[in-house]
């Protein structure tokens, strides 16, 4: 049995343990054989009286905490050998969910209770749109658990997006980029040596950051570059102009990163050092851009978008999401349709 009780505070209501004062509310007693004492989180009586009332009513315990649904849903993540850093996303959704409603049965929480959790959130639309997924992800291992008797995550509409077209950088960029490469400070001494081939890389692979940052010379074979992207776990062959091979030529076996700390951490340390090149250079711009750059180039040849797709470690959907415009095969059949109408009004 399970009793409610409030732990007064001398200097809200002087503990003259009125009812009616807002002093935290605290749970106490047994629940299915097992000793409890902890705080609900709240301070409305008729709002605990329920949630008791609720855990009470789960005799078979066949529901699960928050708590001990997020410990197995995190098992489960570790036994998939889901990367750290999507693990790490879905830690800091636990500490919130559980500093929430700890105790709750996760049956118990409410479509409002949980739309009231999302408008707590202070994110771009990008970071507030995943945060749903991970939590849609959680309900659903819950539901199919038979946890709940659904996803109550999916009644949440994701916030409205506007797409931001993909920038590549422009051939004057790329110019004042080789140009501020010349002028990077060589402290310690080999550092620009090294930022010239971690620009190179980018520029000619397409390959995202944290991947050149984990490259090692062993990957480059007979002209060709081999990875497994980060992302993905896509295999990627990319062949190297000479410009490449030759910077690369005599740099240690892990000339990017160390191998001590995450790679995280050096993924920052990279960003910093990129900005200060656009800086150098007097452009606006980062990483991802020489990833859009390789791609935008590659289409403009007439290279295929699947082919497009295979070099980057990504499906078609995705390049088409982002690289659509630039497909140089589509464009020339739009132009050749938009032309045609000329003709017909000439006519």
């Given amino acids: 049995m399970l009793n409610l009780s409030r732990r007064h505070s001398a200097t809200k209501c002087g503990k003259t343990k009125r009812r009616d004062c807002t002093c935290p509310i605290w749970v106490s007693g047994s629940l299915?054989?097992?000793?409890?004492?902890?705080?609900?989180?709240?301070?409305?009586w008729e709002a605990a009286q329920k949630i008791v009332r609720d855990w009470e009513a789960r005799i078979d315990g066949g529901s699960q905490s928050v708590i001990d649904a997020f410990g197995y849903f995190m098992a489960d993540c570790a036994a998939r050998q889901l990367a750290p850093e999507t693990v790490g996303k879905y830690r800091l959704l636990q500490r919130e969910m559980v500093a929430r409603w700890g105790l709750r049965p996760v049956d118990s929480l409410s479509v409002q209770?949980?739309?009231t959790y999302r408008e707590s959130w202070k994110l771009a639309g990008i970071s507030a749109r995943k945060k749903i997924e991970r939590m849609r992800t959680f309900f659903r291992f819950c539901a199919q658990r038979k946890w709940s008797n659904d996803n109550r995550a999916v009644f949440l509409k994701p916030p409205k997006m506007t797409s931001v077209p993909t920038l590549p950088f422009s051939a004057d960029e790329v110019e004042k980029i080789r140009d501020a490469l010349e002028l990077y400070p060589d402290r310690p001494r080999g550092r620009r040596e090294r930022v010239q081939a971690f620009v190179l890389i980018l520029m000619h692979t397409g390959l995202r950051i944290r991947d050149v940052v984990c490259l090692t010379m062993d990957k480059i074979s007979a002209g060709?570059?081999?990875?497994?992207?980060q992302k993905t776990g896509q295999a990627v062959w990319v062949p190297l102009p000479d410009e490449v091979l030759q910077v690369v030529e005599g740099l240690p076996h892990m000339p990017f990163w160390s191998g001590l700390g995450l790679p995280k951490s050096a993924v920052a340390d990279w960003q910093r050092t990129l900005s200060r090149l656009f800086k150098l250079a007097g452009i606006k711009g980062h990483a991802h851009r020489f990833r859009d750059s390789f791609a935008v180039?590659?289409?403009?040849?007439?290279?295929?978008?699947?082919?497009?797709a295979k070099l980057l470690g990504n499906s078609i959907k995705v390049c088409e999401k982002h690289y659509s415009?630039?497909?140089?095969?589509?464009?020339?059949?739009?132009?050749a349709e938009v032309r045609r109408t000329f003709e017909r009004q000439e006519g």
């Fill in 325 to 335: 415009p630039w497909v140089k095969s589509r464009q020339m059949a739009l132009d």
């Fill in 32 to 44: 299915h054989g097992k000793p409890m004492r902890k705080s609900l989180g709240i301070r409305n």
């Fill in 297 to 308: 180039r590659l289409l403009e040849k007439g290279v295929s978008l699947e082919n497009v």
């Fill in 224 to 229: 060709n570059l081999q990875i497994y992207t």
């Fill in 113 to 115: 209770e949980i739309a």
